[in-house]
């Protein structure tokens, strides 16, 4: 019972979903179900994050190594989480004054804002910028011309690198106009129109006909991995 | 001393030294100044009567307090109520008003945002030294964002879905007084659903009990059903269907030049990048089509495909480079700019400072 029931909701459930695209009585059950999922999404979050602080009080409690790190991620969890849920310093919404809640978290000069632009986004951004370094370091070591398959990628990485700076123009820019066509803005403009939407719209079409296929193999109990213990 | 410490403690000085010296120098760096404004809002209902509430004597202050709530509370049906906001401005607009009047205080230091810049230019550095080696800083940066990631998403999930959803129908009251009163009133089907919703989100969050694991598997089925379903349709809607469609061109292309006439070069040119277009499509599913050998004219097919995909990783890995460097550019820019104010691309201070 603890793998049948769980089989059967899912299969009900993606049919329904499945169902409403093609059936118009069937669009409501679609709705009811997507609305069901976008709540219970929700509360997959706020698992996540309880998940979250009880793996750092357990750490914390066990005086594990790193458990001072464990005090600043609960601590700033804590405080982002008390002044999102409290909207301090947010003013009610100018057309309904009359309910304190109405206003949005990202009213300029509220708590939440402080917190997100002043310490999430430099702290995020400033991670995704940092690849820059590694992603040069590993390309710098892996890429090498061995074969026609790595210069193709060599070449089309260094045409749109150069091609979308001012270096290719002014490598390139003096090309006469009747060989403009050459000149790297425009090759890079050619690789991506062209070659690099082939390649892209292929890669699409493979998804698409595996989610696809996937996803009916979950519907009808084939694929039952996600249950645990197998396909069994 | 370790020579790491000694080195960190280098860089620390310098880094220092050069703060205080553009501190003492210059424009100075790092402040944010804002302008007071005033907003009214009428609360709805019955009365006449309009009392404004004067200005500054409303203590709600954006990020300090919720002082706005008690004026909700306070104020009657019919009343007009008053309360300051304060919106960022560029240094020169500061200057500009100093300069015309020295007593000013419509702009004014937002102590609370510089010093969240201060806070960000520090977390902007801690990540950066990285770079370096592994350190405390970056640890405390790393810790830091984790923290700050779970419990955004966490309020995000509960303000955007949950309150309107769920509590919206299960509780439309509370939710119309305190949050939305343009909420509609849910019908008994939407009742139904959320409670069922409720129901699932609960054994969902069951599985931080240490008992009773599998009573989370109903909600995990429900989504991994939903999913399947959702993904399914979208998919071979968006990808399978539109991509396969924007595919079928016409191999041969005539393009009308600027006096009527055919435009030679032009319609060679998208002639040639539909082939090419078409070509690679097709010869990159060859190439993703295993159940035949790849062999003969397949395996010729397989091999061009396999030319069209490298083309398409190259352009892929140009541009997240691109994308990551822009991103290095900005949070250099932020320091430079925005905190250090050694340069000013948008002339927030060149009139003035």
New interface residues.
Partial sequence: M?RV???W??????????FS?FIPVAE?AGE?????????????????????A?QHLGKLSRREA?WG??I??????????FI?????????N??????????G?D???????????????????????????F??SA?FRAFRAKN???V??????????LG?TFAGVLLTGWLPDWASGLRLENLSV????????????????????G??A???R??FGLDRS??GGGDA | MSRQRKTWLVIGAIFLALLVVRGMTGQGLGRIY?QRSE???????AGDGTKAAAPGTNP???????G??DA??V?AAGET?V?A????VPPRAFAAAQQANPSQSAITLSW??TI??W???F??LA??S??YADNPFY????????????????????????VP??FGALTPGLV???????LVDPVM??KI??A???I??VM??W??MPKGG?IS?????????????????S??ES??MA??Q??MKPLIVTVAGSGGATDLWASLWASV?NI??????IC??VY?FFSVEHKGAIGGAARV??????????????????G??A??A??VE?LFDDWLWLIDPNHFRSSGL
């Fill in positions: 603890k029931i769980p089989l909701i899912a299969v009900i459930a993606g049919f329904g979903i499945l695209s409501r009811m179900f997507a609305d069901i999922f976008s709540v219970i999404a929700a509360i997959a979050f706020i698992l996540g994050a309880l998940s979250l009880k790193g790190y464990s600043i991620t609960f601590g700033t969890f804590i405080a982002m989480l999102g849920m409290s909207k301090i310093g947010i003013h009610p100018t057309q309904y004054p009359q309910a304190p809640y109405s206003g978290n009213t300029e000069g509220s708590a939440f804002m402080w917190m997100y632009e002043y310490v999430m986004t430099p702290l995020t951004s400033t991670m995704f910028a940092l690849l820059a370094f992603v040069a390309a026609t398959e790595a193709l990628l060599l070449i089309t990485a260094f045409i749109i690198l979308r050619y690789v991506m129109q062209v070659f690099n939407t082939a390649g892209s719209r292929a890669i699409m079409i493979g998804i698409a006909l989610v696809a996937t996803g009916l979950i519907l996600w249950l | 804002v907003v009214t809002a009428t609360m709805p209902g709600t202050v954006p990020g300090q307090g919720a706005s709530k909700k509370v104020a109520v309360w906001e304060w919106k960022e609370p945002r969240g810049l806070l960000a230019a977390f902007t990540v950066f990285f770079l640890k405390v940066a790393e810790a830091t964002v984790v923290g700050v990631s779970a419990a955004y998403w966490g309020v995000i999930g509960f303000w955007d879905t949950l959803k769920m119309k007084s305190m949050v939305q009163p343009s089907s939407q659903s959320m069922l919703a409720l699932l989100g969902m969050l599985r931080l599998w598997a109903w909600p995990l089925a429900f989504i991994v059903g939903v999913t399947a379903g959702l993904k399914i349709v998919h071979i990808d399978l991509q396969a924007a595919t990048a090419i277009l078409v070509t690679g499509v990159c599913l993703f495909g396999i030319w069209f995909l490298m083309i398409t990783f190259g352009a892929a890995f140009g541009y997240t480079v691109m990551r460097i991103l290095l900005a949070r932020f």
